[in-house]
Nanobody, 119 residues
C-alpha cells in the first residue's frame, strides 16, 4: 500500500518554472522506483522522468536538459523541477511508485496536478 499526493502545479508563462512535489506514505519509500508521468488532452499518458531506488534517473527526450527529478528518502518525497516550460508541457502530471521483483510487484498513482503553460 502506497499513498501519493502531488502538489506544486499551476499556471505559468512560456519560459517559466514550476517545482512539483510528491509525498509518499504507507510503505518503505526507499524500496520503490519513482516516476512522473503526464497526460495532455487527446494524448496517451507518457513517462516524463524516473528515478530508481539507487538514484539513477531517466527522462523523456522532450524534457532532457529542462526537467530534473530528485528524491529525498529521509522525507519520503520526490520532486520534479521544471524549467524553460513550453506550451506543449501543458498536462496533468501524475506521481507514480513502482516496485519490481521478478516482475512488477506494485504500481500506485497519485491524483494528478494540473500544469498549464500559456501566454
Amino acid at each position: 500500500q502506497v499513498q501519493l499526493v502531488e502538489s506544486g502545479g499551476g499556471s505559468v508563462k512560456p519560459g517559466g518554472s514550476l517545482r512539483l512535489s510528491c509525498a509518499a506514505s504507507g510503505s518503505i519509500f526507499s524500496l520503490w522506483d519513482m516516476n512522473w508521468y503526464r497526460q495532455a488532452p487527446g494524448k496517451e499518458r507518457e513517462l516524463v522522468a524516473g528515478i530508481t531506488t539507487r538514484g539513477s534517473t531517466n527522462y523523456a527526450d522532450s524534457v532532457k536538459g529542462r526537467f530534473g527529478i530528485s528524491r529525498d528518502n529521509a522525507k519520503n518525497t520526490v520532486h520534479l523541477q521544471m524549467n524553460s516550460l513550453k506550451p506543449e508541457d501543458t498536462a496533468v502530471y501524475y506521481c507514480n511508485a513502482r516496485r519490481f521483483r521478478l516482475g512488477v510487484v506494485g504500481d500506485y498513482w497519485g491524483q494528478g496536478t494540473q500544469v498549464t503553460v500559456s501566454s
